[in-house]
């Protein structure tokens, strides 16, 4: 069994009480399966601020790159007072991982769990049946412009005699839209063959754009269906009837949005995980950074009760994309599952007639009926 090597930044807030948890899953099944397992613990965001004077250090970068995979907890921020002035801000963290490494298709699962239809603020009746991934954008569109001034690219407040003017832009090369349609359209040959493609077309060039290259890259799927839907529109379905969803793909900012919006048909954004693939192959898959897609929860910070959950699926996701290990992922997801219906909750999707636990709790029963399969 070869050996594999996972950098873990557990960043800021609740992140490094679900990465322990994480962590400890990836453990158990290195033991069960007789992986050998190297992993490294880096800072990143406010940690690394005040550890090391920037929200990523180049050594970490460098150690990441060294890596089959990076599994990330989650970033915290600056005080809005301190936010407009302040040089370095822990997003960069992120921003840096995902534009250094090209990690441009983010997955971002959302499959409620039958015994968790009545958490959910929607009635179970929508809920029912939904099984869809977003494949969201993650290296391009507004987000960027942060990192440097790139020229033609602004983002930024500025003086003007009028008072103060801010910019941000929107910009997609047809390259970067065509490799994250891509990823859609394979995943959907995987699953149920349907792809959604979101945009704001009767508005933005970067959409009309977009429409432009997802018609193109159909071609290249006879067995794959696609729709074109406007991001409102997409917005009112999610709640309306997700289960029509089987792939979503949406640039970088609508990704963002729909995802928290989409999280509440699990009952809590504390469920779900994400993939960030670029193009780099491991030994036995694709190098990618593993994250819930919640942030760090300072409210709840060092109190033992965020859920792991969306950390611990994560893992399982590493193990399938980066490591391979398929069937590994597979016991992680079922391990999940089986502590879920056997009626354990961390409080965020605590029911009547559930038990409630922590964060360390609920990772020590993960990790137990994973020993038990
Ligand atoms: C996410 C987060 C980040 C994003 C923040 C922390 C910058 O919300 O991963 O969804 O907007 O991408
Ligand atoms: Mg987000």
Same mark, same amino acid.
């Given at each position: 069994?070869?050996?594999?090597?996972?950098?873990?930044?557990?960043?800021?807030?609740?992140?490094?009480?679900?990465?322990?948890? @994480?962590?400890?899953?990836?453990?158990?099944?290195?033991?069960?399966?007789?992986?050998?397992?190297?992993?490294?613990?880096?800072?990143?965001?406010?940690?690394?601020?005040?550890?090391?004077?920037?929200?990523?250090?180049?050594?970490?970068?460098?150690?990441?790159?060294?890596?089959?995979?990076?599994?990330?907890? @989650?970033?915290?921020?600056?005080?809005?007072?301190?936010?407009?002035?302040?040089?370095?801000?822990?997003?960069?963290?992120?921003? +840096?991982? !995902?534009?250094?490494?090209?990690?441009?298709?983010?997955?971002?699962?959302? =499959?409620?769990?039958?015994?968790?239809?009545? @958490?959910?603020?929607?009635?179970?009746?929508?809920?029912?049946?939904?099984?869809?991934?977003?494949?969201?954008?993650?290296?391009?569109?507004?987000?960027?412009?942060?990192?440097?001034?790139?020229? %033609?690219?602004?983002?930024?407040? =500025?003086?003007?005699?009028?008072?103060?003017?801010?910019?941000?832009?929107?910009?997609?090369?047809?390259?970067?839209?065509?490799?994250?349609? !891509?990823?859609?359209?394979?995943?959907?040959?995987? !699953?149920?063959?349907?792809?959604?493609?979101?945009?704001?077309?009767?508005?933005?060039?970067?959409?009309?754009?977009? +429409?432009?290259?997802?018609? +193109?890259?159909?071609?290249?799927?006879?067995?794959?269906?696609?729709?074109?839907?406007?991001?409102?529109?997409?917005?009112?379905?999610?709640?309306?009837?997700?289960?029509?969803?089987?792939?979503?793909?949406?640039?970088?900012?609508?990704?963002?949005?729909?995802?928290?919006?989409?999280?509440?048909?699990?009952?809590?954004?504390?469920?779900?995980?994400?993939?960030?693939?670029?193009? =780099? =192959?491991?030994?036995?898959?694709?190098?990618?950074?593993?994250?819930?897609?919640?942030?760090?929860?300072?409210?709840?910070?060092?109190?033992?009760?965020?859920?792991?959950?969306?950390?611990?699926?994560?893992?399982?996701?590493?193990?399938?994309?980066?490591? %391979?290990?398929?069937?590994?992922?597979?016991?992680?997801?079922?391990?999940?599952?089986?502590?879920?219906?056997?009626?354990?909750?961390?409080?965020?999707?605590?029911?009547? %007639?559930?038990?409630?636990?922590?964060?360390?709790?609920?990772?020590?029963?993960?990790?137990?009926?994973? +020993?038990?399969?």
């Amino acid at each position: 069994m070869g050996n594999h090597a996972i950098t873990v930044l557990p960043g800021d807030g609740v992140g490094p009480e679900v990465t322990e948890q @994480a962590v400890e899953v990836l453990l158990t099944v290195a033991d069960l399966y007789e992986h050998d397992l190297t992993i490294h613990h880096r800072l990143a965001g406010l940690a690394a601020i005040a550890g090391e004077g920037v929200a990523i250090s180049d050594a970490t970068l460098e150690l990441c790159e060294q890596s089959d995979a990076i599994l990330f907890g @989650a970033i915290g921020s600056l005080p809005a007072h301190e936010r407009q002035h302040a040089s370095v801000k822990p997003e960069q963290a992120l921003f +840096r991982l !995902r534009k250094s490494f090209q990690f441009f298709a983010n997955l971002r699962p959302i =499959r409620p769990s039958r015994s968790l239809y009545h @958490a959910s603020p929607l009635k179970p009746r929508y809920v029912e049946g939904t099984d869809l991934m977003f494949v969201r954008e993650l290296s391009a569109g507004l987000y960027y412009g942060h990192l440097e001034s790139i020229p %033609g690219k602004p983002s930024e407040i =500025r003086r003007t005699e009028r008072g103060e003017e801010a910019v941000d832009t929107l910009l997609y090369t047809e390259q970067e839209i065509e490799r994250v349609v !891509r990823a859609a359209f394979d995943i959907a040959v995987a !699953r149920r063959g349907v792809v959604t493609s979101v945009d704001k077309a009767n508005v933005l060039s970067s959409s009309i754009l977009w +429409r432009r290259v997802v018609e +193109r890259v159909a071609v290249d799927y006879p067995a794959v269906t696609y729709e074109h839907l406007l991001v409102d529109a997409c917005a009112m379905y999610l709640l309306r009837e997700p289960s029509r969803f089987d792939v979503i793909v949406t640039e970088n900012l609508f990704g963002d949005i729909l995802t928290d919006e989409a999280s509440m048909l699990t009952g809590s954004i504390g469920m779900i995980p994400s993939a960030s693939l670029g193009v =780099r =192959r491991t030994r036995s898959g694709t190098f990618g950074l593993y994250e819930p897609i919640h942030g760090s929860a300072p409210d709840i910070e060092g109190q033992d009760k965020a859920n792991p959950i969306a950390a611990i699926l994560s893992a399982a996701l590493l193990l399938r994309h980066s490591l %391979g290990l398929q069937q590994e992922a597979l016991a992680v997801e079922a391990a999940v599952e089986e502590v879920i219906q056997d009626g354990y909750r961390t409080v965020d999707i605590k029911e009547e %007639g559930t038990k409630v636990i922590g964060t360390r709790e609920m990772g020590k029963r993960i990790a137990a009926a994973l +020993r038990r399969t």
